[in-house]
């Protein structure tokens, strides 16, 4: 069973940079469409980023398209979300999730594999 674990999460201003990591063990994730959701208490899970297994077809939610990136080195067994231009509201926890062999998908209950979320707070 793949894991994913996410880093890179913390406190910082508005503008400022962060770059996140989700890292696999138990299994590769070349063949997972792996995307970034995130969460406020009390509030639903919401779509950021995706990419899907081949690294060719990439989603974004409206509001983070220009600010962030994601990106996939399957070598490492890692995705990444680049993200820039922060704003307060981008503060949330923010999960990688994973589904194998299946193109991207916007809706949480699509998902298969799921890490355990890493915070972020942009303060402005």
């Known amino acids: 069973q793949v894991q994913l674990v996410e880093s890179g999460g913390g406190f910082v201003q508005a503008g400022d940079s962060l770059r996140l990591s989700c890292t696999a063990s138990g299994g590769a994730i070349r063949d997972y469409t792996m995307t970034w959701f995130r969460q406020n208490p009390g509030t639903a899970r919401d779509f950021v980023a995706a990419?899907?297994?081949?690294?060719?077809?990439?989603d974004y939610e409206d509001s983070v398209k220009d600010r962030f990136t994601i990106s996939r080195d399957d070598a490492k067994n890692r995705v990444y979300l680049q993200m820039n231009s922060l704003k307060p509201e981008d503060s949330a926890v923010y999960y990688c999730?994973?589904?194998?062999?299946?193109?991207?998908?916007?809706?949480?209950?699509?998902?298969?594999?799921w890490g355990q979320g890493t915070q972020v707070h942009v303060s402005s």
């Open positions: 999730a994973g589904r194998r062999g299946l193109p991207i998908a916007t809706v949480p209950s699509q998902y298969d594999i």
């Open positions: 990419i899907d297994w081949s690294g060719r077809s990439t």
